[in-house]
Antibody
Framework: QVQLVQSGAEVKKPGASVKVSCKASGYTFTGYYIHWVRQAPGQGLEWMGWINPNSGGTYYPQNFQGRVTMTRDTSINTVYMELSGLTSDDTAVYYC???????????WGQGTLVTVSS | DIQMTQSPSSLSASVGDRVTITCQASQDITNYLNWYQQKPGKAPKLLIYDASNLETGVPSRFSGSGSGTDFTFTISSLQPEDIATYYCQQYDKLPFTFGGGTKVEIK
């Protein structure tokens, strides 16, 4: 069965970086884009961009450009989302989602809580 | 970026009531709109894509309509398990953007 399993919770200091992993199983890894979405405590959803696991191509919204990097390792069916220059505003649950076609998300990771605190 | 304005931000209704949520886009997005349900502590779940297509396995009491800039999401008969926050998302133009969400509670 399809599964996306994310890495565990992280606590980081302001200015640091965090790298969250999303390990896929149960399907052809290179056949589906992976998107990342985050949700600050008690807030709404914020789309962070995508990676094409086949080509490694990425798209990041302007407000994340220069701070976010999405990569993949096809040998272990894993995608990574690294966010640098952390501030308290980056405290959130980060989700990876598998997207079929252009925009239909069908499977999500369990979420990774990243807490930024001095 | 395309702004998505959802209303209301929260609502309270009785079991069996018809519930309607609206989503307005800041520009024409044709029908490139998703509706998600998110229960507390869980990842979002796609309910409707392309504004009006029900995702496989989603109960038929959920429906969506609209095109252009104005969209509606309806629960025809609210059930206790529908307590959640609902979000619209446009995918007509990058970056994809979400509405602010509508929290649905039972009266």
């Amino acid at each position: 069965q399809v599964q996306l399993v994310q890495s565990g919770a992280e606590v980081k200091k302001p200015g640091a970086s965090v790298k969250v992993s999303c390990k896929a199983s149960g399907y052809t890894f290179t056949g589906y884009y992976i998107h990342w979405v985050r949700q600050a405590p008690g807030q709404g959803l914020e789309w962070m961009g995508w990676i094409n696991p086949n080509s490694g191509g990425t798209y990041y919204p302007q407000n994340f450009q220069g701070r976010v990097t999405m990569t993949r390792d096809t040998s272990i069916n894993t995608v990574y989302m690294e966010l640098s220059g952390l501030t308290s505003d980056d405290t959130a649950v980060y989700y990876c989602e598998r997207v079929s076609g252009y925009s239909r998300s069908d499977y999500w990771g369990q979420g990774t809580l990243v807490t930024v605190s001095s | 970026d395309i702004q998505m304005t959802q209303s209301p931000s929260s609502l309270s209704a009785s079991v069996g009531d018809r519930v309607t949520i609206t989503c307005q886009a800041s520009q024409d997005i044709t029908n490139y709109l998703n509706w998600y349900q998110q229960k507390p502590g869980k990842a979002p779940k796609l309910l409707i894509y392309d504004a009006s297509n029900l995702e496989t396995g989603v109960p038929s009491r959920f429906s969506g309509s609209g095109s252009g800039t104005d969209f509606t999401f309806t629960i025809s008969s609210l059930q206790p398990e529908d307590i959640a926050t609902y979000y619209c998302q446009q995918y007509d133009k990058l970056p994809f953007t979400f509405g602010g969400g509508t929290k649905v509670e039972i009266k």
